[in-house]
């Protein structure tokens, strides 16, 4: 049998088709399709009919081809019976009992009037129940990935279409992720599709979710209440007019949503196109509350999550490195500047040993193992005292100290937890002083407890400053104290307790991002904003050193430590092992680690120190460098975190490997693939210095052009990804990378600065 009803898409006016397929020879007289039921629906008959065909009647002929002779035979009328049950009116077809092959059957539908004017009342008066809709608000109203979810709502999750699989989010930016598809090709055909006409288990879902939220988002009570109104009109159409209705809602309420999220955002965003746009609503996306953690350990509160789904609540959500990478682009330059000040005071409570956690855990048991977080956290001030309406005001705020000053772990809960104060001033200048006498200390709680796979040797933080370069050193090969921090967790392949790339010594945009602070308070101390003028040593000498010769003695030794020249005549100029050297033109990774050849390694780390002090380089050697980088580790989405020459390389990362392979098993080359947020810092510097010494300089539009046609990939996937996002990292050649994040902040917030970077210098060359 064939099916077929198709209605007209205002009027709800239509035609039913039945008929029987005669595909092979039959004498079935009889109908046997199981009975048609029409909810909402009136039908009448226009007529049923068959082909009487009488073969015994044809008479040949030598001249002509004739046909069988036939007629049209008019068969009973159909059962046509108008019933109510749980769902509503509807009405039942059962087919006459005479229906054979090649009968045709065709009924005049109508919906009832009650349904007129449904499409108008199901968009109408959206408005009002955003105007009060802050940022976080609408976290919960667009997204909320399964794990944010639970978190808040025990026993909750995202919705799950049978045939089809989970959805990415419990919110509106999940439900689009597939009505956008079955809208543009009209796949009613869709599992979806099904799934809405069988039942009202997805109008439900959406209606009753919004309170579970209302205790601590109490601003979506009318948004709820609207979703019920339109709901319950809904539930009384037709089940097959529901995917419509259903997807018109949701699109009517995602409209707005978005809408009101642009509006609190800055005018960089506003007057961006799609993609600004599209990088700027993960700001929103990764921005929220859960219940198990947050910035302080007895306040509830939004806080950023470094990625979805993977880090989404308790202490994996907030890590204080990818806060501070991600908060110029995620929150400064979208005007969020409430939510970047509350991070920077959020961690600045919690600091200890001189340093910033990387792991917050809402300031519980914060983990103090990263040595990069820190100059992340001071680049942050930095930006944020140079782009907010507060200004330089802000070193005056205050914040009271999660520890007491002197390093001791108490538990959140101590008497002596949040008694000392100190300004964000004070934080700065301890910071400084900590790392110029040097930070030697044992992680609390060091052991399986803290971290199962690590040796006990791995526990010791070390960091130092070599003052005869002014380079800041520190970790040791047993710990991994940067982003990159994959630590070997595979007995049988032997890497259990190895760090893949434990990157000590000197590590050049730890050292790029030192050189930033001391140029911003050496600045700030000669206009009267910074008190001291620089820090005392440790050592019997007692020497002070002002912040203006720790700047000047990196801005000596830097191109010296870091710089492998083209030519090796030029070797004799810079610290170099040249045994070592597998590639020149480049700046090398690190300075002075335990494991020498490291040293020597293409990483795209150098970008970083390009863009934060970029008066340390040499503009044609930084060019250059770039350049290499770009033919040897720019893929098609990150940048590849290891030149693919060298020996370590592995462009396939799979966490589930349980091989004997070393370089590989349990996820060990974590950041020896390409990573996305590198691609921002990447382009950043190349816009800089391109336009300075190399084409841009007489056409920087050019290299605009060039940079936006690179991120056409870019556009592309987070236009199509289900998680409306960019990617924590792929596979070799931009494959996709199962283990890794689909949403992952720092990787749309670094395309965002670079955006950010582009519409000011645009400005300059208009």
Not at 13 to 19: P, Q, S
Not at 504 to 524: M, N, Y
Not at 686 to 691: N, Q, R
């Amino acid at each position: 049998y064939i099916v077929v009803h198709r209605c007209h898409p205002h009027t709800h006016k239509g035609y039913l088709l039945v008929a029987h397929c005669a595909f092979s020879d039959s004498v079935i007289k009889h109908g046997d399709l199981s009975p048609i039921k029409l909810r909402g629906t009136k039908a009448e008959l226009l007529f049923s009919t068959c082909l009487d065909v009488r073969p015994q009647e044809f008479t040949p002929d030598k001249n002509y081809l004739y046909g069988f002779p036939a007629s049209l035979k008019s068969l009973n009328t159909p059962i046509l019976r108008e019933d109510t049950d749980n769902h509503g009116h509807f009405t039942e077809v059962v087919l006459p009992k005479e229906f054979p092959l090649g009968s045709v059957m065709l009924l005049k539908t109508s919906v009832s009037k009650q349904h007129n004017g449904l499409d108008e009342f199901l968009t109408s008066d959206i408005e009002e129940p955003f105007q009060e809709l802050d940022l976080v608000d609408l976290n919960i109203v667009l997204y909320r990935c399964a794990g944010e979810e639970n978190d808040v709502a025990p026993g909750h999750s995202v919705y799950n279409i049978p045939g089809y699989g989970d959805l990415p989010y419990c919110g509106l930016e999940g439900f689009m992720s597939v009505l956008r598809k079955i809208m543009s090709h009209n796949d009613l055909g869709h599992p979806f599709c099904s799934n809405l006409r069988e039942g009202h288990w997805a109008l439900d879902y959406v209606a009753n979710r919004l309170e579970r939220y209302l205790e601590i988002a109490p601003r979506l009570k009318k948004l709820n209440q609207w979703y019920k109104e339109r709901f319950d009109a809904i539930k009384t159409a037709p089940s097959f007019l529901i995917p419509k209705y259903f997807a018109l809602v949701i699109k009517t309420a995602y409209t707005a949503a978005t809408k009101r999220a642009l509006e609190q955002l800055s005018l960089f965003v506003q007057e961006g196109g799609p993609f600004i746009q599209s990088l700027a609503l993960c700001s929103i996306q990764v921005y929220g509350t859960v219940l198990s953690t947050g910035l302080h350990p007895k306040k509830t509160g939004p806080s950023m999550a470094a990625g979805l789904p993977h880090f989404t609540f308790k202490h994996m959500r907030c890590w204080g490195r990818d806060v501070f990478i991600s908060l110029r682009g995620l929150f400064i330059t979208t005007g969020n500047y409430n939510a970047a000040r509350d991070h920077i005071l959020g961690f600045a409570s919690v600091l200890k040993h001189g340093l910033i956690p990387n792991l917050l855990d809402a300031a519980r048991r914060p983990r103090y193992n990263c040595r990069d977080a820190t100059w992340w956290f001071l680049q942050s001030i930095q930006d944020y005292c140079k782009f907010s309406s507060e200004g330089l005001e802000f070193l005056k705020a205050s914040v009271l100290r999660r520890f007491p000053k002197n390093d001791e772990f108490i538990e959140a809960d101590d008497p002596l937890a949040y008694k000392d104060e100190s300004t964000i001033l004070e934080i700065m200048q301890e910071i400084l002083e900590r790392h110029a006498k040097g930070i030697h200390f044992k992680e609390w709680n060091a052991g399986p407890n803290l971290d199962h796979a690590m040796t006990e040797k791995g526990f010791q933080i070390d960091i130092q400053v070599d003052w005869e370069t002014g380079l800041l050193f520190g970790g040791n090969e047993f710990n991994c104290g940067t982003w990159m921090d994959k630590m070997g967790e595979s007995e049988k392949a032997g890497n259990k307790g190895i760090p893949a790339t434990p990157r000590d010594g000197a590590a050049v945009e730890i050292t790029g991002l030192l050189k930033s602070t001391l140029r911003w308070i050496t600045e700030l101390n000669q206009q009267g904003y910074y008190p001291w003028k620089g820090v005392e040593l440790q050592d019997q000498s007692k020497k002070f050193v002002t912040f203006a010769e720790w700047n000047d003695l990196i801005q000596k030794s830097f191109e010296k430590c870091f710089y492998i020249p083209i030519d090796p005549a030029d070797d004799s100029k810079y610290k170099l092992n040249t045994k070592l050297i597998n590639r020149r033109g480049i700046y090398k990774d690190l300075h002075k680690a335990s494991k020498e050849y490291e040293d020597y390694q293409l990483r795209p780390n150098f970008p970083v120190a390009l863009v934060v002090a970029p008066e340390l380089f040499d503009q044609h050697h930084a060019l250059q460098a770039l350049n290499i980088a770009r033919e040897v580790l720019a893929g098609p989405l990150g940048m590849r975190t290891l030149d693919p020459k060298d020996w370590a390389y592995r462009g396939f990362y799979d966490n589930n490997n349980d091989g004997d392979d070393k370089s590989i098993a349990k996820g060990w080359n974590y950041h020896q693939g390409p990573w996305l947020w590198c691609t921002g810092y990447f382009l950043r510097a190349y816009l800089y210095f391109d336009i300075r010494v190399g084409k841009g300089k007489e056409s920087p539009h050019e290299t605009i052009h060039d940079i936006t046609q690179h991120l056409l990939p870019h556009r592309k996937i987070i236009e199509t990804t289900p998680f409306a996002g960019l990617p924590e990292l792929t596979n070799a050649n931009g494959a996709e990378c199962h283990h890794s994040c689909p949403t992952q902040a720092w990787s749309s917030a670094t395309l965002l600065d670079l955006f950010d970077d582009i519409k000011k210098l645009e400005k300059t060359i208009i």
